[in-house]
């Protein structure tokens, strides 16, 4: 028997010790803060006037009148500029850049904006802007993601976090995209901020629209709470009942080991359901019950064409014995792998058991039908219910207490990457599937993977331009961790892969989740133009092939020379048990003897990895996470086996 404990732990990492929402706009009337700095015309305020929804004949938010600014095209030649934005935030004495904050707005743009490029954030007022609307109404800075229509409110979210490489794209609650931002240089990266930024300021041609809120956080908001802001078109989101767990039944066996009906409702879209049998396949799925009036699917990692194309979803009260039909129509198109659609339909009949079919897949000829997550959704707008009386933006914090300082918390630098998107790579062989060669693993895309059938001795060649490598990064692909590299070796060469010398060589360290990345560091003082990476062995001997996400050659590492890292107080640190921001979280449980106690973390609440293993000893017992890990959020949890 299991007994869970029921204390769990948050670790909010340096950057975040401090977090809070710094600055709250509401566009009532003026540029005054409800929580902050009030904002500032960047250059004048020309045409833009405040109003509301009703004066302006535009849509509500939420269904009802709000506040709003309504400002104009703007270009090098007008009065309009866009506007100055103190966030608030507070820079520490060590950092001269904000690198990890969030920026949160409520926005609408007319049809007559909408095929045009329209600025967002900007570090500087006459240069191009960082974050935009391209004409094709996607969101971005070098890549573009979403879909935002003419004449719909958007609740947009904006996430950088140079811990995580990356900067997140957000539209009323959902990611829609992921963009890498690169390493920072002197503590400054892309995206990185001073005290202040733009809004709809560039060196170009900006189309006009209307904003009702604005938000900045001092930190990098994890997507749990940024889905939790919600949306500006209703207030609650619809709710999936299905559960990791639910009793799944196919319409046939025919799926591959690891591929299975039960991947589908696990939460975890890097996971798939395939089903050779392609037409008219699918699954049923045992439920709480509930009145579902919507339906969210999300594509899988690879080969578009065994997207279903259609649904049909039925339901039944007599344990599968006989079904009704719900609804059916046709999926809408994924444009891109791991993208989530939903459909909504009317129904007023809870039903335990739902079955959804899939009657044929976007490409005639593949092979076969899969499907990433399936959610069965109650409480969308067709399922009734009071219509919502809130029409404010995201809400207002309670209180803007500071949590007490934490003291010698300084991280180090992070080590940096000197392979780019576009280095010349040369694979083992050619032995590759379309999709999966060997570039894939320098893209900066974790969602895709270099993947090379002949497994053994496989890997590649990466010209770069130059460094002295003490370390590596790699991270884990979508699926088959029998897949994964179980070791390495890698060598440099600086007459162009003529002849190589061995650098360093070892085990991958184990992978416990899929998009999971590692790293290991080792001793070189020798810059090289040209590495050599090969895989000897996979971690599955019976598996296909050889596969993985990305691969990162690291300088800056502490083998790398240099000074001993140290703390605050000028004590050294002892790097090998630091976490990226440069401490160490730890908490004591009373323990009894013979007993074993396991701690586990998360940072989604949904997936739970195992740390480490306490043996009771009848007394209180120390614990200390002691992984490197980069992570925004840790949650942990104990649980005792009797």
Same mark, same amino acid.
């Given at each position: ?67 709003? /600014? ?44 909408? #095929? ?38 958007? +609740? ?75 949306? #500006? ?9 299905? /559960? ?61 064409? +065994? ?16 079904? #009704? ?125 270099? /993947? ?22 790699? #991270? ?6 029998? +897949? ?32 999971? +990345? ?125």
């Amino acid at each position: 028997m299991k007994t869970i404990l029921t204390f769990v732990f948050l670790l909010v990492p340096v950057f975040s010790c401090f977090s809070e929402i710094t600055g709250y706009w509401n566009f009532n009337g003026s540029l005054k803060a409800t929580i902050g700095e009030n904002l500032e015309w960047a250059w004048e305020q020309g045409d833009a006037t405040f109003g509301t929804t009703e004066t302006f004949e535009i849509p509500g938010i939420q269904g009802n009148s709000a506040n709003v /600014l309504k400002f104009p095209d703007s270009d090098e030649f007008s009065d309009f500029s866009g506007m100055e934005v103190y966030h608030g935030a507070e820079l520490d004495e060590d950092n001269w850049f904000f690198n990890e904050y969030s920026i949160i707005v409520d926005i609408l743009y007319p049809e007559t904006s909408s #095929t045009d490029t329209r600025a967002i954030v900007s570090n500087a007022p006459i240069e191009q802007a960082s974050v935009i609307i391209n004409g094709e109404g996607k969101i971005g800075g070098t890549s573009f993601y979403g879909e935002i229509l003419a004449n719909n409110w958007y +609740r947009m979210a904006i996430v950088v976090s140079h811990s995580s490489n990356n900067i997140n794209y957000y539209l009323d609650g959902k990611k829609v995209g992921q963009e890498a931002i690169g390493g920072l240089i002197d503590g400054e990266g892309e995206h990185s901020l001073g005290d202040f930024f733009y809004l709809f300021t560039t060196d170009g041609l900006s189309k006009g629209g209307y904003i009702s809120s604005l938000q900045f956080h001092n930190e990098a908001l994890p997507d749990t709470v940024i889905n939790d802001l919600g949306s #500006t078109t209703k207030l609650d989101e619809p709710e999936d009942i299905t /559960l990791p767990g639910d009793e799944v039944m196919p319409t046939s066996d025919n799926s591959p080991g690891g591929e299975q009906a039960p991947n589908a409702i696990d939460d975890n879209p890097s996971t798939k359901y395939l089903n050779f049998d392609k037409v008219d396949t699918g699954l049923t799925i045992t439920t709480g019950g509930g009145v579902v009036t919507g339906l969210a699917l999300t594509s899988a990692n690879d080969a578009p064409d +065994r997207d279903p194309a259609n649904y049909i979803l039925s339901g039944s009260n007599d344990d599968g014995a006989t079904f #009704t039909e719900i609804a059916s129509g046709d999926v809408p198109e994924f444009v891109e792998r791991f993208e989530r659609q939903t459909v909504s339909f009317d129904n007023d009949i809870a039903y335990t058991t739902y079955e959804l079919i899939f009657p044929t897949t976007v490409g005639p000829s593949d092979c076969c039908m899969q499907i990433a997550e399936i959610e069965l959704l109650v409480g969308t707008p067709e399922a009734g219910g009071d219509e919502p009386d809130d029409n404010e933006g995201p809400d207002e914090p309670d209180d803007n207490e500071e949590p007490d300082e934490l003291e010698d918390n300084e991280g180090l630098d992070e080590p940096e990457d000197i392979i780019l998107p576009g280095d010349e790579v040369v694979a083992t062989s050619d032995n590759s599937p379309g999709g999966e060669a060997a570039p894939n693993a320098i893209d900066d895309n974790p969602f895709t993977k270099y /993947l090379n059938f002949d497994k053994v001795d496989t890997g590649l060649t990466i010209t770069t331009s130059g460094g002295v490598v003490t370390g590596l990064a790699l #991270t884990s692909a979508n699926d088959a961790p029998d +897949r994964d590299p179980a070791n390495f070796i890698l060598s440099g060469s600086n007459d162009d892969g003529a002849t190589f010398t061995e650098i360093a060589s070892g085990d991958v360290p184990e992978f416990a989740e899929r998009f999971e +990345r590692q790293t290991v560091s080792f001793d070189n003082d020798v810059a090289y133009t040209t590495y050599e990476l090969i895989f000897p062995t996979t971690v599955g001997p019976s598996s296909c092939c050889m596969q993985i996400a990305e691969i990162e050659l690291l300088v800056g590492t502490p083998e790398a020379g240099g000074d001993e890292p140290e703390d605050n107080d000028g004590n050294h640190i002892d790097d090998t048990v630091l976490a990226p921001f440069g401490f160490r979280f730890g908490f004591s449980i009373n323990t009894d003897e013979g007993k074993s106690y396991t701690v586990e973390a998360t940072g989604d609440l949904r997936q739970w990895n195992k740390i480490e293993t306490i043996n009771g000893t009848g007394l209180s017992v120390q614990f200390t996470d002691t992984r490197n890990e980069v992570f925004q959020y840790q949650y942990y949890r104990v649980r005792m086996a009797q």
